[in-house]
């Protein structure tokens, strides 16, 4: 439903203190605590962006800021429109939306119309400006939600018209932005599976940069909706202005910024348009998925903890709640278990002290077993050879030790090798004419089907009524969609071309329906690891997996950069088997986020059970702290041999710091440096405590000894990371 339609909002119309009126002007800023976008009508009431920035003390002064940049006339005063549009003849940059009108004519010249400013439920502020099309009844509304605590702007359009027909949009964009600085350096993430988040720092000279999913699903396999733009030159932790973002959809997305003759930038945020054409209904309007960003002038740490603080505040199911700790049996017996071989894991989970056993792939199919990948995805019924008691067994054993149970599934993809698929072939997405092209072996589902969503929500909602008691679902979608056609369209006359969109939205549908019946089930965004991992999604899911990657020393990179868009409580880290690293070092790493193993605990030497043990008895002893903290970064394993992070809770009384070797090569001592922490209070004193010692390690930290806040800050604390210390974990708290 369209948003201003949704919301319950306080008419509060702040024309006279937010929206200023000189002459034939009208300038509206929209403002957090720190930031400020500016838009202001020019003389033909076209709608220009004439401030990204600080908030000023004096908002009467910012009506002026087009003077200070001279923002008139042909070239640069055509480049900051605050919705570019194609078809008139004053753009000199990329547009934010390109249409064909009802009568053919591929011309939209947007005026500006009005604008309010609302107060939302949840807290925000909501500047709403409706834009004209000089000639045709053509509207886009831009919505700009501001949280002003945080520092951090949602920003999306709603498109409608009152043509007599439909309207094409060939581009429909969720944001413009213009920024007025010199230079542009941009952080954008590539990868593929198992090197999820791989940075790449750009110097954006004039022209076109462009990041861009055209996958389907799965859209982050080889990229990132995720990135920073710092201002003039590139920003530290603690330095530099820095626009850090992403586009919060679950689909193709397409991420445009260019750099003008007079370096200036001008960036567009939306769907990405790759045959995605929409056929637009009168009096139906389309509304773009949010741009959410936030713009630090202290460097990327305050950037990200402002990001950080709105998911876990505002969008992330369940933010500021707990998580479960968990024991996962995937790469203990991959596909070959039965219900016994199980049963004898859950002991391992009660050993441990973690909170769930989680059942992975491979439960599930009869005619087709599903014995590898390459049969039995679609067909939900418990393989009655490996379950003969099915899971209803496996939910009560499980109790019987003390621990809950969750369970893996994958419902929107399909093996070839299934009675779904004989069944049910016009719900697959396939070219019918041309040979099936598999991704692990499996095709996915048509989503833009009703069916198909009653089947995928059906295939959760069963779970729950044969197991009550079920407390945990890994969602998991492996494939990108190849030759996508969708028989449903096609029967009910619709383009292919909405595919795109319509697959996302129906996605959206069942993820609706099934927190609408189970509004708190943790459920864990899989996708192959690190495929899925948008805000949009976070409303549904409690977490995501990073990486199918779960060596503890690439982790440390892997979650390194992850933590500049997402809180910890979000990231699922796994201790496993990969690498060639000490369990202590591990299971530290895993330790910085929702902690999970993935072994055959059963297995482990008495000293290595005794040390998980204790390690996860340390965990939930700090992990509110890890979770709802405040995230620091201190040292960069990019430019040093180490990686240092402190987790500060709010009142700066606790936090947990972890340390860790990651250069093997004999360096001599690389932590003769002492690691200086931030965001202590400088008047408190601070005793600093190891923790997670292996055996009979001794810690070469003094217990005894304190500090104040401004010393550590200024001076530092030496965690003696060595060759023989490779992982150190200190708790400090003041005194």
């Known amino acids: ?61 910012y009506e002026l800021a087009a003077s200070a940049y001279h923002l008139s006339g042909p070239g640069i005063g055509s480049n900051n429109n605050a919705f570019t549009a194609a078809g008139t003849d004053n753009n000199f940059v990329e547009p934010a939306i390109a249409v064909v009108h009802a009568d053919g004519n591929n011309s939209l010249d947007l005026r500006y119309e009005k604008n309010t400013v609302t107060t939302t439920p949840d807290g925000a502020t909501l500047t709403t400006v409706t834009l004209k099309d000089a000639v045709y009844p053509f509207y886009v509304d831009l919505f700009f939600k501001a949280w002003k605590k945080e520092d951090v702007i949602e920003q ?33 993430y590539n990868g593929e599976w198992a090197k999820e988040m791989q940075p790449e720092l750009t110097q954006l000279k004039q022209g076109m940069h462009t990041i861009e999913s055209r996958l389907g699903t799965r859209e982050n396999l080889i990229g990132s909706p995720n990135f920073m733009l710092a201002m003039d030159h590139p920003a530290t ?119 769930l056993f989680l059942l992975d792939d491979g439960w599930f199919g009869n005619k087709y077993p599903r014995n590898n990948d390459k049969a039995g995805l679609g067909d939900w019924q418990e393989n009655k050879k490996k379950l003969p008691d099915g899971i209803p067994y496996l939910v009560e054993e499980a109790g ?7 369970i893996w599934i994958e419902p929107e993809m399909v093996n070839p090798k299934s009675e779904l698929y004989e069944k049910h072939l016009d719900w697959v997405l396939r070219e019918e004419q041309r040979p099936e092209i598999y991704f692990r072996n499996q095709l996915v589902l048509d989503l833009t089907n009703p069916e198909v969503q009653d089947f995928v929500f059906g ?25 996508g056609h969708s028989r449903y369209l096609e029967k009910n006359k619709i383009p292919q071309s909405h595919l795109w969109v319509e697959y996302t939205r129906g996605l959206e549908k069942v993820l609706q329906r099934i927190r609408a019946k189970y509004p708190k089930v943790p459920m864990m965004l899989c996708s192959g690891g ?51 690293q000490p369990l202590k070092y591990r299971v530290d790493v895993a330790s910085m986020g929702k902690l999970g193993f993935d ?41 040093t041999d180490i990686a240092s992070l402190l987790f500060l809770n709010r009142e ?40 997670n010692l292996y055996g009979g390690q001794k810690s070469t930290i003094d217990t005894k000894k304190t500090y104040s806040g401004d010393y550590l800050m200024n001076i530092g604390f030496n965690p003696n990371v060595s060759l023989r210390r490779s992982s150190v974990v200190l708790s400090i708290e003041a005194i």
């Not at 019987?400 to 969750?406: A, D, E, H, L, R």
């Not at 009550?468 to 979608?477: Q, S």
């Not at 779960?550 to 500049?564: C, K």
């Not at 005794?610 to 709802?628: L, P, S």
């Open 530 to 580: 690190g495929g899925r991992t948008d805000y949009g999604l976070l409303k549904y899911f409690t977490e995501f997996w990073l990486s199918d990657d779960t060596d503890p020393l690439e982790r440390v990179f892997i979650q390194w950069n992850y933590s500049y868009y997402y809180p910890a409580i979000t990231m699922c880290n796994h201790v496993t088997e990969w690498g060639k």
């Open 400 to 406: 019987k030790q003390g621990v809950k149970f969750g």
């Open 652 to 691: 700066q009384t606790k936090g947990i710091v972890f340390n860790y070797l990651t250069n093997w090569r004999y360096v001599g001592d690389p932590a003769l440096d002492p690691v200086k922490f931030q965001g202590l209070d400088p008047n408190k004193q601070y005793r600093i405590k190891e923790l």
């Open 156 to 188: 999306w359009s709603g498109i409608r018209h009152t043509e007599k027909g439909n309207v094409l949009l060939n581009k429909y964009a969720s944001a413009n932005l213009y920024f007025f600085g010199k230079d542009y350096y941009l952080t954008s």
């Open 1 to 61: 439903m369209y948003y201003l339609g949704t919301i319950m909002t306080v008419a509060l119309l702040f024309f006279f203190a937010i929206t200023r009126t000189n002459a034939q002007k009208t300038t509206i800023p929209v403002e957090t605590e720190h930031v400020a976008v500016v838009l202001q009508t020019d003389k033909d009431h076209h709608l220009k962006i004439i401030h990204t920035g600080k908030t000023l003390a004096a908002k009467t002064e």
């Open 459 to 483: 295939i959760v909602d069963n779970l729950f009524k044969k197991n009550p008691k079920l407390a945990f679902i890994k969602w998991d979608c492996n494939s990108p969609v190849f030759n």
């Open 237 to 355: 932790e603690t330095t530099g202005t820095v626009l850090l973002g992403q586009l919060a959809w679950n689909g193709n997305y397409s991420i445009q910024l260019e750099t003008d003759a007079h370096k200036k930038m001008h960036l567009v945020a939306g769907i990405n348009p790759y045959q995605s054409a929409y056929q637009l209904k009168p009096g139906t309007p389309f509304e773009t998925p949010r741009f959410v960003y936030t713009l630090s002038f202290n460097g990327t740490g305050t950037g990200s903890r402002n990001l950080q603080s709105w998911l876990r505040d505002h969008q992330l199911l369940d933010g500021k709640g707990e998580r479960f700790t968990l024991l996962n049996n995937w790469e203990a017996t991959y596909f070959d278990f039965d219900q016994e071989k199980l049963a004898g894991l859950f002991k391992g989970a009660k050993d441990l002290g973690v909170d």
């Open 599 to 639: 072994i055959k605990a059963n297995e482990l030497k008495p000293e290595d059970m005794a040390f998980c043990k204790e390690a996860i008895k340390n965990y939930n002893g700090f992990k509110d702290i890890v979770w709802h903290g405040d995230l620091y970064r201190l040292k960069d394993p990019y430019e």
